[in-house]
């Protein structure tokens, strides 16, 4: 089964750019969530999808949104780029939610804002 | 606002030692406490994960300890390999479809 995949993997954009992050959950899983992960303040939540619907989202500006499709595939979206939104941006995948079942993490996009 | 504080932050242990890693929360819904492991240039994998009605769970060389009524956790690395050389994230959740994750442990493991 092919894991969780996430395009592209490197971004450079520059500040005030927009930029639109795309993630395929492995087959069958539902739920999707995203994590920001940087060196000062590790892995924070951003949003979660089930069934096209968000669940939860975390403590982020409003420029960060994200949705969901038909068939569990998800983006992300951050517009008006700042410097400090360079990361490692991170899907994973469960089939109903994280801690009912396994949550899968894909290798990331790393985003660079200059 | 960490709601899961993790230490230590790094640990350079010898092939074959323990690696002892320490979690603490203050959130009592939390009931779900996984560790996952990152590699350099890799998403996190799960490792092992314990809900608060077990104290102690094995998997392997890797061994989770819970006390529900310190709200602390902690994994442990036995026999630790160079291969086990990684950054571990403790984590909790509340059932809000949401992971809050430690700030992360680099383990060093030398031959």
């Known amino acids: 089964k092919a894991g969780v995949t996430q395009t592209p993997r490197y971004l450079i954009k520059t500040r005030g750019q927009q930029v639109t992050l795309s993630c395929s959950p492995i087959?069958?899983?539902?739920?999707v969530s995203w994590y920001q992960q940087t060196p000062g303040q590790g892995l924070q939540f951003l949003f979660e999808?089930?069934?096209?619907?968000?669940?939860n989202k975390g403590n982020f500006p409003g420029r960060f949104s994200g949705r969901q499709f038909s068939n569990s595939r998800s983006e992300m979206n951050v517009s008006t780029l700042e410097l400090g939104d360079s990361a490692l941006y991170l899907c994973?995948?469960?089939?109903?939610?994280?801690?009912?079942?396994?949550?899968?993490f894909g290798p990331g996009t790393r985003l660079t804002v200059l | 606002q960490q709601q899961v504080k993790q230490s230590p932050q790094s640990l350079i242990v010898q092939k074959g030692g323990i690696s002892i890693i320490n979690c603490a929360y203050e959130?009592?819904?939390?009931?779900?406490f996984p560790w996952y492991q990152q590699f350099p240039g890799k998403g996190p994998a799960l490792l092992i994960a314990?809900?608060?009605?077990?104290s102690e769970k094995k998997e392997g060389r890797f061994t989770i300890s819970f006390n529900k009524s310190a709200k602390q956790f902690s994994l442990h690395i036995m026999d630790s390999q160079p291969g086990d050389s990684a950054t571990y994230f403790c984590?909790?959740?509340?059932?809000?479809?949401?992971?809050?994750f430690g700030a992360g442990t680099t383990v060093t493991v030398r031959a």
């Open positions: 087959s069958g899983h539902r739920s």
């Open positions: 994973a995948s469960s089939l109903e939610h994280v801690g009912a079942d396994t949550q899968y």
């Open positions: 314990i809900r608060p009605d077990v």
């Open positions: 999808y089930f069934s096209e619907t968000q669940r």
């Open positions: 959130n009592t819904a939390f009931d779900y």
């Open positions: 984590a909790a959740s509340s059932n809000d479809y949401k992971l809050s």
